[in-house]
């Protein structure tokens, strides 16, 4: 096996000696213009663009929107379980009352 596969199977395996020889490459890359350029590329790639950033944002407001309609929904509900609770609770005080009223006149 020739020193290049050894020395690409020894950084294969090591992540350490990867790390020292990128930090010993990267200040002499760095004074390469194209290298630059190769490498700005690259990490371009990997960033969000606007579209990715507006997609986002859409997905993002739909799930706020399903929240707030789930909310409303709720909100319904807990209104009508109030009236309901308000509505015994007259029943229960009132019946008593009038048939009271009625019975005992």
Do not use: C
């Not at 990267?26 to 790639?45: F, G, N």
């Not at 709720?74 to 009508?80: D, I, M, Q, S, T």
């Amino acid at each position: 096996m020739s020193i290049g596969r050894q020395l690409l199977e020894e950084l294969r395996r090591d992540e350490e000696l990867r790390r020292n020889l990128a930090e010993e490459l990267l200040p002499e890359a760095l004074r390469h213009r194209d290298l630059r350029k190769a490498m700005l590329l690259a990490l371009s790639r990997e960033m969000a663009t606007k579209e990715d950033i507006e997609e986002l944002k859409s997905y993002v407001d739909a799930r706020i929107n399903d929240v707030n309609r789930r909310i409303s929904d709720l909100y319904v509900v807990v209104k009508a379980s109030r009236v309901a609770i308000i509505a015994t609770l007259i029943s229960t005080i009132l019946v008593p009352l009038i048939l009271r009223i009625l019975f005992h006149s």
